[in-house]
């Protein structure tokens, strides 16, 4: 079995799956309520989390998997792209067990793990397919012919979606990180209520921060009674902006690209009125749509490890290349 290990933005997440993609355990701690006053992640704060949370979540995992490490015959981590001290923690953590172990380790990247969340089981997808990428960090259009990689369609130009859900939030007093809160609250209201614009830029790439501030505009003119009351409209029109931006995109790429699947993964394909509108897509089940450890194991039976002891000095890196 393979152990998955992602500590690249505020969750600390270990998991076990095996070469056929079944998943034994997958333990997710999430420092959210950690970082919430602060109203967005503290790099300094998630690596030290990380830091306490890496050996418990590892023995949870080992746990829930009724196994050992004996059991684990290759180890993958993501090593980029994320928050540096972050992916830092995972990293060594990484290399210290496949080191101690004689093991080969897989070097993953964040992205490809998201992608790999739908090659687990039960219902495995199989390439070639569409695949939007829509997280709190990234906002992608990928073209999926193989298991091991992909090429960038699009890509967004400012904000990530999970961003402008999160900036949405705030705006809305609906707390961090707001997307699932937003969600929540949107179920309430008109979607019509409000016509907030969603830039058309050339190609297939995206732009957010217009949307934005048009929600900005409209709170700031709100007294705060009237804010209260109009709130689940405000969210509902808002997020249909953002799910119009991401369907339309997805769909104009996969005609064009002559796509006959389209796969949605990253936290905001956690999103409801995003899953009821792509209804057609293959959807990453809920709990692998935000970050985890399974998608990263995932990956790494698609890509080649480095035998023991080539990864010792493997680095991690912030931004995609
Ligand atoms: O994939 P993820 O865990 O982290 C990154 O790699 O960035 O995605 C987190 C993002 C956050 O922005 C969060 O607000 C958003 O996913 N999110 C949602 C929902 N659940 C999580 N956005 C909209 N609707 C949701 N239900
Ligand atoms: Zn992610």
Redesign the pocket.
Same mark, same amino acid.
Not at 177 to 180: D, L, Q, S, T, V
Not at 265 to 274: D, P, T
Not at 289 to 292: F, R
């Given at each position: 079995m393979i152990l998955g290990i992602e500590t690249? %933005?505020d +969750?600390t997440a270990v998991a076990l799956v095996t070469q056929d993609g079944e998943v034994l355990a997958n333990v997710v701690a999430s420092q959210a309520e950690l970082h919430a006053r602060y109203g967005g992640v503290v790099p300094e704060v998630a690596s030290r989390r990380h830091l306490e949370l890496a050996a418990p979540v590892l023995t949870e995992a080992l746990e829930q998997g009724k196994a050992t490490l004996d059991d684990v015959e290759a180890v993958a981590v993501t090593y980029g792209p /994320?928050l540096i001290g972050a992916l830092l923690v995972g990293l060594s953590a990484a290399k210290a067990l496949a080191w101690s172990r004689r093991l080969p380790l897989h070097p993953v990247d !964040?992205l490809h793990g998201?992608v790999s969340s739908l090659y687990l089981q039960p219902e495995p997808l199989e390439p070639p397919f569409l695949c939007l990428l =829509?997280? /709190?960090? !990234?906002t992608l259009l990928l073209d999926v012919r193989s298991h091991a990689g992909y090429d960038v369609v699009g890509t967004t130009l400012d904000d *990530? =979606?999970?961003?402008a859900?999160?900036k949405g939030?705030r705006l809305l007093g609906l707390g961090y990180? @707001? @997307? =699932?809160a937003?969600?929540?609250a949107a179920r309430n209201g008109d979607p019509g209520a409000y016509s907030f614009p969603v830039a058309r830029v050339p190609g297939f790439d995206f732009s957010f921060s217009g949307l934005k501030t048009a929600l900005l505009y409209a709170v700031r003119d709100l007294p705060a009674d009237e804010l209260e009351r109009r709130r689940a409209d405000l969210a509902a029109s808002y997020?249909r902006a953002?799910v119009r931006a991401l369907v339309e995109r997805t769909r104009a790429a996969a005609a064009e690209r002559a796509s006959e699947q389209i796969a949605v993964? /990253?936290?905001? *394909? *956690?999103?409801? +009125?995003?899953r009821a509108a792509l209804g057609e897509a293959a959807l990453a089940p809920l709990d692998l %749509?935000?970050?985890?450890g399974a998608m990263i194991a995932s990956a790494a039976r698609f890509t080649h490890g480095l035998p023991f002891p080539e990864y010792l000095a493997l680095d991690a890196y912030a931004t995609a290349a």
């Open positions: 690249s %933005c +969750e /994320g !964040h998201h =829509a997280s /709190g960090g !990234h *990530a =979606a999970g961003e859900f999160d939030a990180p @707001g @997307g =699932a937003l969600d929540r997020q953002i993964v /990253g936290g905001v *394909a *956690a999103n409801s +009125e995003l %749509c935000t970050d985890n």
